[in-house]
């Protein structure tokens, strides 16, 4: 059985996905131009879910930063996730993130090393074996 990632490997994976975020965020504006206002926030908010939901429910199973850091995104029976389930996991980050990132503590109490948003969305973050 593969190991379940702890905190710091997905943090560090986390610091790599923000920087392609903004240089995606970046391109998306150089096309359109001129971004303020709320039309600013929905973007930002609609690339990032978009970003994470395909790549965590694609045959890869993680993002650019999981990739990187050789971690991977499943199920709780190791299967890859389905885009809704990928999408529930981003909403559910968000509010994990909300007070203080208080609900990725929980990571250094479950045995799965789960943070709030994958044990709503039931899933793990597994370490991938060369």
Known sequence: ???YSGFFRRFMASIIDIFVIILLFFLVQ??????DGPFFYVLLFLTMWIY???QESSTRKGT???QAMNLIVTDLRGN???FMQATNRFIMKIISAIP???GFLSIFFTAKKQAFHDII??????IQED
């Open 64 to 66: 650019v930063g999981k």
């Open 1 to 3: 059985m593969q190991p």
């Open 30 to 35: 150089l096309i359109i131009e001129t971004l």
């Open 121 to 126: 969305a039931k899933t793990v973050v597994f």
């Open 80 to 82: 890859r996730i389905s």
């Open 100 to 102: 203080l990132f208080t």
């Open 52 to 54: 994470f939901a395909l």
